[in-house]
């Protein structure tokens, strides 16, 4: 697989809360925030997918829900 650049989100405003993804030679996804960006997040792309199926499908908005009322 070979690298890729950076892509942001569709779904990322201007804001600068944007999300940014990405594949490296070792077949890896990775996954990184603009605020944080020397901070990234590395999963296969099986897992990958199966993490936007679950947040697509609604598994994580509770979480959503619980950090903004804090």
Known sequence: MPIY??????FSGNAGNCVYVRGDRDGMLQLRE?????VTL??????????????????FDSLAR?????
């Open 5 to 10: 650049t950076w892509q942001k989100s569709s």
């Open 66 to 70: 619980s950090a903004a009322a804090t």
């Open 42 to 59: 590395a999963a296969t792309p099986a897992t990958f997918g199966a993490f936007i199926r679950a947040a697509k499908a609604g598994k």
């Open 34 to 38: 603009s605020d944080v960006p020397e």
